[in-house]
C-alpha cells in the first residue's frame, strides 16, 4: 500500500509538471509569437528544449521546496497531504487556464502544499514561506516592473537615430535568443519545483533522506513532463500576455523577455527563491509598455491578472485542504 501510495503521489506531481508546462508556455514564448520573431510551433519546441535544459542548471529551488515550507510529514498521511496539495495546485493550474489568466503554477503548488498541511496537522514552516514565497511574490512584480521599463528606456535612448524598420528587424531576431533565456530561466525554476515534491515523496517512503543528491531519474522525468506540457502550450493565457496588456512590438518584447529571464536567473542562483515566471514576465510586460505611454497599458485586464495572484494561494489551499480531508475519510 505504501509502494502505490508513493506511485500515485509521483505520477500526480509529473501530472502537476504537465500542467505548469502548458500554462506556463505563454511565459516563454508569447511575446515573441505576438511580435511574428517566432511561429507558435517553432516557439513551442524551442521553449520545450530550452525548458529541458533548464532543469539540469541546479537544484537549490527544490531544496527549499522539500526542506524549507512544510515539516516533513509522515507515513501514509505525509503521502496523502503531498497528494492533497498536488489536488489543489492541478485543480487551480486548470481554472486558470480555462478563464486564460496567467495565474503563478509556483503559488497554486506552495498554497496546496500549505493547505493540505493545515488540514492534516503538519507543521508549516512560516518563517520559509514569508521569506522564499510571500516576500518574492510581492518584490518580484515590482522588480520585473522597474527593471522593464528602464530595460525599454535604455533600448530607446541606445537606438533613437536608428531606422526604425531595421532595428525592428534587428530586434525580432533577437528575440530568439531572449525566448530561449526566458523559457531556459522557466526550466531551471519550474522543473525544481516538482523535483522537490518528488523528493520529498521518496524520504516519507524511506527511499530517500535529505542531504542526498536528487536523483537522475527524478530530474529527467520532471525535466521531460514540463518540456511535454510546455510544447502542448497554453493558447489561451498566450493571448491574454501577447496582445490583452499591450500589443507589444520587437523592442519591447526583447526588452520583457531579457528582463524576465535575468530575474529569474538571480534569484535561482543566489536566492534559492521559488519565484513566480507569470509575476516576473507580466510585470516586465507592463513595465515595458508604460514606456510608450501609461495609458497604452491595459490596466483593467493587469488588475484582474493581479487579482488572480492574491487569490491564487488561499483558493490553492482550499482546494488542497477539503482534497485532503476526502481522502482522509476514505482512505487513512
Not at 495546485?89 to 496567467?102: D, E, H, Q
Not at 514565497?133 to 536608428?162: H, K, N, Q
Given at each position: 500500500?505504501?509502494t502505490?501510495?508513493?506511485?500515485?503521489t509521483v505520477?500526480?506531481?509529473l501530472?502537476?509538471?504537465?500542467?505548469n508546462?502548458?500554462h506556463?508556455?505563454?511565459?516563454?514564448?508569447?511575446t515573441?509569437?505576438?511580435?511574428?520573431?517566432?511561429?507558435?510551433?517553432?516557439?513551442?519546441?524551442m521553449?520545450a528544449?530550452m525548458?529541458?535544459?533548464?532543469?539540469f542548471?541546479g537544484?537549490?529551488?527544490?531544496?527549499?521546496?522539500?526542506?524549507?515550507?512544510?515539516e516533513?510529514?509522515?507515513?501514509?498521511?505525509?503521502?496523502?497531504?503531498?497528494?492533497s496539495?498536488l489536488?489543489?495546485?492541478i485543480v487551480?493550474?486548470?481554472v486558470t487556464w480555462?478563464?486564460?489568466?496567467?495565474s503563478?503554477?509556483?503559488?497554486a503548488?506552495?498554497g496546496g502544499?500549505?493547505?493540505a498541511?493545515?488540514?492534516?496537522?503538519?507543521?508549516?514552516?512560516?518563517h520559509?514561506?514569508?521569506?522564499?514565497?510571500?516576500?518574492?511574490m510581492?518584490?518580484?512584480p515590482?522588480?520585473?516592473?522597474?527593471?522593464?521599463?528602464?530595460?525599454?528606456?535604455?533600448?530607446?535612448?541606445?537606438?533613437r537615430?536608428s531606422?526604425?524598420?531595421?532595428?525592428?528587424?534587428?530586434?525580432?531576431?533577437?528575440?530568439?535568443?531572449?525566448?530561449?533565456?526566458m523559457?531556459?530561466g522557466?526550466g531551471?525554476?519550474?522543473?525544481?519545483?516538482?523535483?522537490?515534491?518528488?523528493?520529498?515523496?521518496?524520504?516519507?517512503?524511506?527511499?530517500?533522506?535529505?542531504g542526498?543528491?536528487?536523483?537522475?531519474w527524478?530530474?529527467?522525468?520532471?525535466?521531460?513532463?514540463l518540456?511535454?506540457?510546455?510544447y502542448a502550450g497554453?493558447?489561451?493565457?498566450?493571448?491574454?500576455?501577447?496582445?490583452?496588456?499591450?500589443?507589444?512590438?520587437?523592442?519591447?518584447?526583447?526588452?520583457?523577455?531579457?528582463t524576465?529571464?535575468?530575474i529569474?536567473?538571480?534569484?535561482a542562483?543566489?536566492?534559492?527563491?521559488?519565484?513566480?515566471?507569470?509575476?516576473?514576465?507580466?510585470?516586465?510586460?507592463m513595465g515595458?509598455?508604460a514606456?510608450k505611454?501609461?495609458?497604452?497599458?491595459r490596466?483593467?485586464?493587469?488588475k484582474?491578472i493581479?487579482?488572480?495572484?492574491?487569490?491564487?494561494?488561499?483558493?490553492?489551499?482550499l482546494v488542497?485542504?477539503v482534497a485532503?480531508?476526502?481522502v482522509d475519510?476514505?482512505?487513512?
Amino acid at each position: 500500500m505504501d509502494t502505490f501510495a508513493l506511485i500515485v503521489t509521483v505520477a500526480v506531481a509529473l501530472f502537476f509538471t504537465y500542467t505548469n508546462g502548458f500554462h506556463d508556455s505563454a511565459n516563454a514564448i508569447a511575446t515573441s509569437v505576438s511580435t511574428r520573431a517566432l511561429t507558435p510551433r517553432a516557439a513551442l519546441a524551442m521553449a520545450a528544449v530550452m525548458n529541458l535544459a533548464g532543469a539540469f542548471l541546479g537544484s537549490g529551488i527544490a531544496k527549499t521546496v522539500s526542506e524549507g515550507l512544510i515539516e516533513t510529514p509522515q507515513g501514509s498521511k505525509g503521502m496523502a497531504i503531498l497528494f492533497s496539495g498536488l489536488v489543489g495546485a492541478i485543480v487551480w493550474n486548470l481554472v486558470t487556464w480555462y478563464f486564460g489568466l496567467p495565474s503563478s503554477s509556483s503559488h497554486a503548488l506552495f498554497g496546496g502544499l500549505v493547505g493540505a498541511a493545515l488540514a492534516g496537522g503538519t507543521e508549516v514552516i512560516w518563517h520559509g514561506v514569508i521569506d522564499k514565497i510571500v516576500i518574492p511574490m510581492f518584490l518580484s512584480p515590482i522588480v520585473g516592473l522597474i527593471v522593464g521599463y528602464l530595460v525599454m528606456t535604455a533600448i530607446l535612448w541606445l537606438f533613437r537615430r536608428s531606422n526604425p524598420h531595421k532595428a525592428k528587424r534587428g530586434f525580432r531576431i533577437a528575440q530568439t535568443v531572449s525566448a530561449a533565456g526566458m523559457a531556459l530561466g522557466h526550466g531551471l525554476q519550474d522543473a525544481q519545483k516538482t523535483m522537490g515534491v518528488v523528493v520529498m515523496a521518496l524520504v516519507i517512503s524511506g527511499h530517500e533522506t535529505y542531504g542526498d543528491p536528487i536523483p537522475v531519474w527524478v530530474k529527467l522525468v520532471c525535466a521531460i513532463m514540463l518540456s511535454l506540457g510546455t510544447y502542448a502550450g497554453g493558447w489561451r493565457i498566450m493571448r491574454t500576455l501577447g496582445r490583452k496588456i499591450i500589443e507589444l512590438d520587437p523592442p519591447q518584447g526583447f526588452a520583457a523577455e531579457t528582463t524576465g529571464a535575468a530575474i529569474m536567473f538571480t534569484t535561482a542562483f543566489l536566492f534559492k527563491a521559488p519565484i513566480s515566471t507569470t509575476h516576473v514576465i507580466t510585470s516586465a510586460i507592463m513595465g515595458v509598455g508604460a514606456t510608450k505611454r501609461v495609458n497604452a497599458v491595459r490596466w483593467g485586464v493587469a488588475k484582474n491578472i493581479v487579482m488572480g495572484w492574491f487569490i491564487t494561494m488561499p483558493a490553492a489551499a482550499l482546494v488542497a485542504a477539503v482534497a485532503y480531508w476526502i481522502v482522509d475519510l476514505a482512505f487513512l
